[in-house]
């Protein structure tokens, strides 16, 4: 069992920062994936970025060159960081943990606008 607990993030102009951070409740560096979804409203769960125990690292087309997802295995933690967001980066964040079943945390919300 893999609990995640999502922070960072809020409300920010189009052209700045946050920083997304997932916390397991175990040690992840048994975890092979790990990874973070959006959902926008009206619109369907999508991988934003995840990386592998091995550090293979996969982006979406609309975020590679902007967004970073780094793993701290001595922290327990997982972070996002996304630059020079954009208006259609508004969305509910959620964290994923791929260990023989799939594990959730429950979303946080980032809303670019200004």
């Known amino acids: 069992q893999v609990q995640l607990v999502e922070s960072g993030g809020g409300l920010v102009q189009p052209g700045g920062s946050l920083r997304l951070s997932c916390a397991a409740s175990?040690?992840?560096?048994?975890?092979?994936?790990m990874g973070w979804y959006r959902q926008a409203p009206g619109k369907e769960r999508e991988l934003v970025a995840e990386?592998?125990?091995?550090?293979?690292?996969t982006y979406a087309d609309a975020v590679k060159g902007r967004f970073t997802i780094s793993r701290a295995n001595a922290k327990n933690t997982v972070y996002l960081q996304m630059n020079s967001l954009k208006p259609e980066d508004t969305a509910v964040y959620f964290c994923h943990a791929a260990k023989i079943s799939d594990y959730w945390g429950q979303g946080t919300q980032v809303t670019v606008s200004s």
């Open positions: 990386l592998t125990s091995s550090g293979i690292t």
């Open positions: 175990g040690s992840i560096f048994t975890i092979p994936i």
